[in-house]
């Protein structure tokens, strides 16, 4: 879906106090009433709460919808993106947002800037999109879910992949710098380069499979296995910026990431291993072969005794970080988690570059039906709130007759506002 912040400005503070209020209900309701609107948004009347419903349904920000009890409202993607990025700005990280600069999987990456100019990335998660087109066949996890529980897992992802960038980070992994992060929203350092994927040429090829191959072996070391190392989640600096780093690439995607005690972490390592190797295969025509006769094994591939690590030779604990994290595999060993979260993220752990492609077309497809019912929602909204307005002037009526005739069937409620006894 795309994100639209052309009405973030012209929202008031009401307006916020309402979205958050409908964030804050759905967490216990399906479809949040506006009586609850109203009491956790904390406005003065009524009238206001409504008149702010009323303007974020129009925007798409919220959706009115009906089922066997109430009528009542949830939060549209598009009301969370504005949640989070709102919280940005009252935080100072972010200033505005740009052009969609990639898609994945299961998230969006925006240009953003700081008040100070600076250039950033935003990656907004949205979990939903494919993993549970994915395992909706086989799996029954979120079959009966909502929207908003797809909202509160991208919410996890994203409060994951920050928890793993910051901690690679300072220990000098070759990650993007984080900066900040709300609800679904990623805030990070924008790199100056290329997709792997899209290279056509390396200076020194060679030593580039070597230090990817060392970066899965120092990643492993550290009790971690990045589950999804490819060309698409590896982005080369241009060689101006690269002589300012130990390195010329940056890698980036974590939330999948696993311990190194996980039930299936050979094989994800050997994945990973196998994406590179497949990569150099294909774009430089380069397979190297182990070679008995060098005694090197710092490196991985020509020059080097091994041509690429094997995970019970190569990776040896030196540091927890699965532990500081809580990585999957390290921390189900030992508490037994098998949260919604490691099922959604283990269906990614399972998409491959066949996925990839096929994304934009899949999400044209659910953007028209998303816009179909987002249109009827409206239709219907307004043809509801037509009928509610003409009830509230008949009533007004009543009760200004009833003030001037000085009959007495007229109390007050809780919010002091008039209203008509029933005869």
Same mark, same amino acid.
């Given at each position: 879906?795309?994100?639209?912040?052309?009405?973030?400005?012209?929202?008031?503070?009401?307006?916020?106090?309402?979205?958050?209020?409908?964030?804050?209900?759905?967490?216990?309701?399906?479809?949040?009433?506006?009586?609850?609107?109203?009491?956790?948004?904390?406005?003065?009347?009524?009238?206001?709460?409504?008149?702010?419903?009323?303007?974020?349904?129009?925007?798409?920000?919220?959706?009115?919808?009906?089922?066997?009890?109430?009528?009542?409202?949830?939060?549209?993607?598009?009301?969370?993106?504005?949640?989070?990025?709102?919280?940005?700005?009252? @935080?100072?990280?972010?200033?505005?947002?740009?052009?969609?600069?990639?898609?994945?999987?299961?998230?969006?990456?925006?240009?953003?800037?700081?008040?100070?100019?600076?250039?950033?990335?935003?990656?907004?998660?949205? %979990?939903?999109?494919?993993?549970?087109?994915?395992?909706?066949?086989?799996?029954?996890?979120?079959?009966?879910?909502?929207?908003?529980?797809?909202?509160?897992?991208?919410?996890?992802?994203?409060?994951?992949?920050?928890?793993?960038?910051?901690? %690679?980070?300072?220990?000098?992994?070759?990650?993007?710098?984080?900066?900040?992060?709300?609800?679904?929203?990623?805030?990070?350092?924008?790199?100056?380069?290329?997709?792997?994927?899209?290279?056509?040429?390396?200076?020194?090829?060679?030593?580039?499979?070597?230090?990817?191959?060392? #970066?899965?072996?120092?990643?492993?070391?550290?009790?971690?296995?990045?589950?999804?190392?490819?060309?698409?989640?590896?982005?080369?600096?241009?060689?101006?910026?690269?002589?300012?780093?130990?390195?010329?690439?940056?890698?980036?995607?974590?939330?999948?990431?696993?311990?190194?005690?996980?039930?299936?972490?050979?094989?994800?390592?050997? @994945?990973?291993?196998?994406?590179?190797?497949? #990569?150099?295969?294909?774009?430089?025509?380069?397979?190297?072969?182990?070679?008995?006769?060098?005694?090197?094994?710092?490196?991985?591939?020509?020059?080097?005794?091994?041509?690429?690590?094997?995970?019970?030779?190569?990776?040896?604990?030196?540091?927890?970080?699965?532990?500081?994290?809580?990585?999957?595999?390290?921390?189900?060993?030992?508490?037994?988690?098998?949260?919604?979260?490691?099922?959604?993220?283990?269906?990614?752990?399972?998409?491959?570059?066949? /996925?990839?492609?096929?994304?934009?077309?899949?999400?044209?497809?659910?953007?028209?039906?998303? /816009?179909?019912?987002?249109?009827?929602?409206?239709?219907?909204?307004?043809?509801?709130?037509?009928?509610?307005?003409?009830?509230?002037?008949?009533?007004?009526?009543?009760?200004?007759?009833?003030?001037?005739?000085?009959?007495?069937?007229?109390?007050?409620?809780?919010?002091?506002?008039?209203? %008509?006894?029933?005869?």
């Amino acid at each position: 879906m795309k994100l639209d912040t052309s009405h973030m400005r012209y929202l008031t503070a009401d307006d916020f106090s309402v979205l958050q209020a409908v964030e804050i209900g759905t967490r216990n309701h399906e479809l949040v009433p506006t009586s609850l609107i109203h009491h956790l948004g904390r406005l003065k009347s009524p009238t206001g709460t409504n008149r702010s419903i009323g303007d974020l349904a129009k925007l798409k920000l919220v959706s009115r919808l009906r089922n066997a009890k109430y009528d009542g409202f949830r939060l549209t993607f598009s009301g969370y993106d504005y949640l989070a990025l709102k919280s940005m700005l009252n @935080r100072e990280s972010l200033y505005s947002v740009g052009n969609i600069i990639g898609v994945g999987k299961e998230s969006d990456i925006y240009a953003v800037s700081d008040p100070k100019g600076q250039q950033k990335v935003i990656k907004i998660h949205r %979990l939903g999109r494919t993993s549970f087109r994915t395992v909706k066949n086989n799996r029954d996890y979120l079959q009966n879910r909502n929207t908003s529980n797809w909202m509160y897992l991208s919410r996890l992802a994203a409060n994951k992949e920050y928890e793993f960038m910051v901690i %690679l980070y300072n220990n000098d992994f070759a990650v993007p710098e984080p900066f900040d992060y709300s609800r679904h929203c990623v805030m990070m350092e924008w790199i100056k380069g290329t997709p792997m994927k899209h290279l056509r040429k390396h200076k020194n090829p060679k030593r580039l499979y070597s230090d990817l191959m060392n #970066f899965i072996v120092k990643l492993g070391n550290h009790g971690l296995i990045h589950c999804d190392f490819n060309e698409f989640n590896i982005i080369i600096r241009d060689d101006e910026e690269a002589k300012n780093f130990e390195f010329d690439f940056v890698v980036i995607d974590f939330p999948q990431c696993v311990s190194i005690e996980h039930v299936d972490a050979e094989s994800y390592f050997d @994945r990973d291993v196998q994406g590179v190797k497949d #990569f150099f295969a294909k774009k430089f025509r380069y397979s190297p072969e182990d070679d008995p006769t060098m005694f090197d094994t710092d490196g991985f591939g020509e020059g080097y005794k091994y041509a690429y690590p094997n995970f019970k030779r190569d990776v040896v604990r030196v540091k927890s970080l699965d532990n500081e994290v809580k990585a999957s595999g390290y921390a189900k060993k030992r508490t037994g988690e098998d949260s919604d979260l490691e099922k959604a993220v283990a269906a990614m752990r399972g998409l491959g570059e066949e /996925d990839e492609e096929e994304l934009q077309e899949e999400e044209e497809e659910e953007e028209e039906e998303e /816009d179909s019912e987002e249109d009827s929602d409206e239709d219907f909204y307004e043809e509801e709130e037509e009928e509610e307005e003409e009830e509230h002037e008949e009533e007004n009526e009543k009760i200004i007759e009833a003030l001037s005739s000085g009959v007495g069937k007229l109390k007050m409620d809780k919010l002091g506002n008039y209203i %008509l006894e029933d005869e």
